[in-house]
């Protein structure tokens, strides 16, 4: 393996190579470029494209592209060649500021969620300096904003740097009140944890339901599954290791900072852990860290598989969003200080989340919702779906003697008022990690769990984002005008907590209990797709990311539209799987094997008189009425799904595959899996559960 601090970042035009590569002038409207936002001049993008274009050449490449992040959830690009004409035979490698700058691509056929007609097909791709152009099989990418003709944002990366901008603004306004002049910007970071599954190739290409949907639709239990908790942390296998391996390789090469690996509490489940960075970047690096485990899984004979919950009766794969917000001075603003000024910062940014996610639980629902999703929220390895924090007791403590105005009992009692108090320094581990929390403060940074492994971070982020911006755009407006600043900030915090601190939970979110305290409190509890979408597109929805323009109304109508028409052709693929499944393969199978223990029974019986078949004869029946059961749920999720298909109206459709079409797919799969159990093993069409979760080896 090749020297780590060697070869991080080589296949990167990060600022090094720019540093070396680029005249004074040029790296330095660069810089400015990367650290204010500033437009670049053509003329200096010229010669970026140049010092770009030569660089990637030398590393291998022959083409570039505009990457860029669509509304499928996954990327996109297309690829051009460096190569033009010059003369009789030869040809040149060029490569232009414009081009560097803009492409153009097909707007049309990606999802627009009406934004775009099929015959308003021009879209265009703009360059976003702030994150690094890298190579990746011999093209140069170039990460881009994808936005249509008239400007709309058809992407997810455009709402998110416009939300990366309204919480700088909101929050340089907080920072400026509590005097800190060198600070110029505020950026949230993020670290995804990315979990995942490895099975067998071979095996993957034998079942159809992983081939369309990502996800096993039939499957018995087998024997052993992970209660024995012996797979989490345990030793890496050698198959496994070897693809970790690679993997770190490539995305050490990428610059992507590759930390933590492990093994999950599932069979076959592991996961990949980075170190913090900027939200844009972050959310770019975990798209390419996805292709890439799912691209080298393959090199060694395996598939990775992203799907939230791909095996039923064992843990699902989350991504856990592990975000803060950080000054250009390295201040990390969620992380108590040693002074009064800076405990008086943290509290105030703390109350700012608190406030935020409280206000707009129903949109980090939303954020996090869908068909893959909706399997696994709720379940013993992901958060429920009532949106509630976790603080600890230490932090809801302190929190609680400001809102009392009593002293917080730690070496010395002292008055917890706003620049009079001291606030007792705690270690970022002072109490356990709540794994039953969708919101979690672990220490200097909150953990946001409720996303599903296969989405981009994107989405929930630009609400996460939205929603403190306007916490402390609140916050700012009241301050900034106050004649006696510790007077109203005390006042302020007293104020936020007393409101908001029922979105504050320590407890276990498992239990049946919460849900009854939750709806006591006045939480939300949208537990599928259906039940929270139409918060996206409410007033104080748009209201809010119109305000900070993060999304015009039709850009949020767009994204409600896709995102429903998404779950509900998941839904309807799914349910063709197991048409197709149960009458091509299964129910033919198992009727073969009822055939060969009739014939057993029919030999029996008529070499021995009186013989006892009753195995046999107890298998038949029992198979059989299973099979009946099989088949006649077949019929009936054909019959509902026709009727499915003809609804117009998004919601009510999406309504009508949850409640009508879920719960047939379900019967089916029982009977389904009962009759697994019951079946002779040459029989049975597919890989089981413990040929997928045990069969790399």
């Given at each position: 393996m090749a020297n780590v601090s060697e070869i991080f970042g080589s296949m990167v035009f990060n600022e090094n190579v720019m540093k070396q590569r680029l005249p004074k002038d040029v790296y330095k409207a660069m810089k400015k470029t990367i650290s204010d936002g500033k437009r670049l001049d053509i003329s200096i993008a010229n010669v970026v494209a140049n010092a770009m274009k030569d660089w990637a050449v030398e590393k291998g490449a022959t083409h570039y592209t505009h990457w860029f992040q669509p509304m499928t959830g996954i990327t996109a690009e297309k690829h051009d060649s460096f190569i033009s004409p010059s003369g009789d035979a030869d040809i040149i490698m060029e490569f232009s500021g414009k081009e560097l700058v803009q492409g153009e691509s097909d707007a049309s056929s990606f999802p627009s969620g009406g934004l775009r007609a099929t015959f308003e097909a021009r879209g265009y791709t703009a360059w976003d300096p702030t994150s690094y152009a890298f190579i990746k099989n011999n093209t140069l990418c170039i990460p881009t904003a994808f936005c249509s003709y008239g400007g709309e944002a058809l992407d997810k990366k455009t709402p998110l740097l416009r939300s990366m901008e309204a919480i700088n603004k909101q929050a340089m306004r907080v920072v400026k009140l509590f005097g800190n002049e060198d600070v110029t910007s505020v950026k949230t970071t993020v670290g995804p944890e990315q979990e995942y599954f490895l099975i067998d190739k071979d095996m993957y290409d034998k079942r159809p339901d992983l081939l369309y949907t990502g996800r096993t639709l039939f499957g018995a239990m087998p024997p052993k599954g992970q209660e024995l908790d012996d797979h989490y942390f345990g030793t890496i296998k050698s198959k496994v290791k070897a693809f970790m391996t690679e993997l770190n390789t490539e995305l050490w090469k990428l610059g992507i900072l590759s930390k933590t690996e492990h093994n999950e509490v599932a069979p076959a489940q592991h996961e990949l852990a980075p170190i913090f960075t900027t939200t844009n970047i972050a959310t770019d690096h975990n798209q390419i860290t996805m292709e890439l485990m799912q691209r080298i899984a393959k090199k060694h004979g395996m598939v990775c598989l992203l799907h939230e919950k791909p095996f039923e009766g064992i843990?699902?794969?989350?991504?856990?969003?592990?975000?803060?917000?950080?000054?250009?001075?390295?201040?990390?603003?969620?992380?108590?200080?040693?002074?009064?000024?800076?405990?008086?910062?943290?509290?105030?940014?703390?109350?700012?989340?608190?406030?935020?996610?409280d206000d707009y639980q129903d949109l980090l629902r939303v954020s996090v919702a869908s068909a893959g999703n909706d399997h696994r929220l709720g379940a013993n390895e992901a958060p429920p779906a009532i949106i509630s924090m976790f603080l600890g007791d230490e932090l809801t403590a302190i929190l609680e003697a400001f809102e009392n105005e009593e002293g917080y009992d730690a070496k010395e009692k002292t008055m917890l008022k706003i620049g009079v108090h001291v606030l007792p320094r705690f270690a970022k581990d002072t109490t356990d990690r709540n794994r039953t929390s969708p919101f979690a403060f672990t220490g200097n940074k909150f953990e946001f769990r409720s996303l599903g492994s296969t989405a981009s971070v994107s989405g929930p982020n630009v609400v996460l984002n939205t929603a403190v911006a306007e916490s402390l755009r609140q916050f700012a407006d009241e301050l900034e005008g106050a004649e006696n600043f510790n007077e109203a900030l005390n006042k302020l915090i007293k104020r936020t907590i007393k409101k908001h601190k029922r979105v504050i939970f320590n407890g276990n979110g498992y239990g049946d209990q919460w849900i009854e305290e939750a709806e006591k409190r006045g939480l939300s509890n949208f537990k599928t797709t259906p039940d929270c979408l139409p918060c996206y597109i409410a007033e104080k929805s748009v209201k809010l990311f119109e305000e900070h323009k993060i999304y015009t109304a039709t850009e949020i109508h767009s994204r409600y539209e896709i995102k429903i028409e998404n779950y509900s052709k998941v839904i309807n693929i799914e349910a063709l799987t197991m048409i197709d499944m149960a009458k091509r393969d299964i129910l033919p199978a198992v009727a073969s094997f009822v055939k060969e223990l009739s014939q057993s029974v029919i030999a029996k019986k008529g070499a021995v008189s009186g013989i006892d078949c009753t195995y046999e004869e107890e298998q038949i029946k029992k198979i059989s009425g299973l099979m009946n059961k099989m088949y006649n749920e077949t019929v009936k999720l054909e019959r509902v799904l026709d009727k499915v298909h003809k609804i117009d109206d998004l919601l009510e459709q999406a309504n009508a595959y949850k409640d009508s079409i879920i719960p047939i797919m379900e019967k089916l799969r029982k009977a389904a899996d009962e009759i697994e159990l019951l079946t002779e093993r040459k029989y049975w069409p597919y890989p089981t559960y413990g040929d997928l979760l045990f069969g790399v080896r």
């Open positions: 843990n699902g794969s989350g991504k856990h969003n592990n975000w803060s917000l950080s000054t250009n001075t390295g201040i990390n603003l969620l992380e108590p200080g040693d002074t009064p000024h800076e405990n008086a910062q943290f509290i105030t940014f703390i109350c700012a989340v608190i406030k935020a996610v």
